[in-house]
Each structure stands twice: as C-alpha cells, then as structure tokens.
C-alpha cells in the first residue's frame, strides 16, 4: 500500500518557469511533510518542510502547499533553474511515538529544467 | 542543518562475507537513526529504526538476522549485512536529527559479486 504518492514520474520546464511537484497522501495521521532533492548516489538533501497545522510554507524561490482535506502537497519552484535539474521526493511522517521521525518516501519526480 | 555522515561510501565484497557500514552525526547527538535502502530507479526503502542504547525495530519484510544494526553511542550507528549475496546490491541509506526534520548521509553503494 503506497501511503505517499507522487503520479508523475518526471517534469520538463523552461528556465525561468515555475516547476510545480505533487504528492498526494493516504494516511490520515500523517503530520509533518518534507520535501527532498536527490542525484544519483548521494543522499536526499532536505528542501522545505511544512506541518499540518500550516497550509504553506515558503523559502527562497520553495514554496509548499498543503490541502488536508484533499490529502495533497505541491512544491513549486520559482524561477526554476537548470540546477534545480535532480529527483524530488516527497516524504511524510507521523506524530510521536514510535512514528517519530519516521519517513514514508513517495516513488519522486525526475525534474529537468531546461536552459 | 544537521551532518550526517556515513563511510564507506561504496564497498564491493564477496558473496557469504559480511560488511559494515557505519552511520555518525558530527554535530548533534542522535538517540535515534533510521536505515534506508533504494534500489535503482526506487524510491527509498525505510528498514529499521536504529535506537540507541536499546534494540533496532525492523520494519515488515526487514530480517533482523541479516540486517545487524547496533547503536552503541549517541554519534554512531552500525549497519552491518551479513552473509552478503547479490541481491544485497544496492545504496544504503542512513538519517538523523536533533529535530523533525531528518538530514541522511551520503550513501553507501554495496556491490556483493
């Protein structure tokens, strides 16, 4: 059962345009949402986060929208930029516990943006 | 951020020998890592919560005999695959934090030929 999904397995955009990542949730107790930015053999690097009790958080050219009622995020990116180019990974945990801390990964999105 | 660090970085080893991998957090001290796996063009596997002091929890699916995970200090978790066979292969994961926010180390890729 994938908890957390992201539906498109990549994204082309322009340079300069905004690049918009989506990720849809199941799991209700789900409370905190992170987004990450991976290459290939590294480790995912953490972008922006946001907490359910917020519906948007924004850093620098990052922006996260969460709807709860539609079990939904997005990232956008704006302006997007050839490096931004890498997999994006949405990721969700639950509240205390033996959930803390624990991430649920979505499949992620290859983005590349073109110059 | 938070430092996680993680060594080797790739590691090739013989089918039937066993390899450690070894998770640090340079500047916090972590009470709990987690161990993650990601197989080519996957997404990232969560296999174990690493406590210190006290017993990994595996996740489902996860055999905690072939997977030894030891959290002997507040810096420093162990993940060491035993009785290495190819399907083993993959990238190694690890992350930790001092708050909700997880930062994970740069991988470990464990060829087993």
């Known amino acids: 059962d994938q908890q957390v999904k992201q539906n498109s397995p990549s994204l082309s955009v322009q340079e300069g345009r905004i690049s918009i990542l989506n990720c849809d949730y199941t799991?209700?107790?789900?409370?905190?949402f992170l987004w990450y930015k991976k290459y290939p053999a590294e480790g995912p690097t953490f972008l922006i986060s946001?907490?359910?009790?917020?519906d948007k958080n924004e850093d620098g050219r990052f922006t996260v929208f969460l709807n709860k009622s539609a079990k939904h995020l997005s990232l956008h990116i704006v302006p997007s930029q050839p490096g931004d180019s890498a997999v994006y990974f949405c990721a969700a945990s639950g509240a205390g516990g033996t959930s803390y801390g624990k991430l649920t990964f979505g499949q992620g999105t290859i983005l590349t943006v073109h110059p | 951020g938070a430092v996680v660090s993680q060594h080797p970085s790739w590691v090739i080893c013989k089918s039937g020998t066993s390899v450690k991998i070894e998770c640090r957090s340079l500047?916090?001290?972590?009470?709990?890592m987690f161990w993650y796996r990601q197989f080519p063009k996957q997404s990232l596997m969560l296999m174990a919560t690493?406590?210190?002091?006290?017993?990994?929890?595996?996740e489902q699916g996860v055999e905690k005999d072939k997977f030894l995970i030891n959290h002997a200090s507040l810096t420093l978790s162990t993940l060491t695959v035993t009785s290495a066979h190819p399907e083993d292969s993959s990238f190694y994961i690890c992350?930790?934090?001092?708050?909700?926010?997880?930062?994970f180390g740069p991988g470990t890729r464990l060829t087993v030929t």
């Open positions: 690493s406590n210190e002091g006290s017993k990994a929890t595996y």
């Open positions: 992350s930790a934090s001092p708050r909700r926010v997880q930062y």
């Open positions: 946001i907490s359910s009790i917020k």
């Open positions: 799991n209700s107790m789900f409370d905190y």
């Open positions: 500047d916090f001290q972590a009470t709990t």
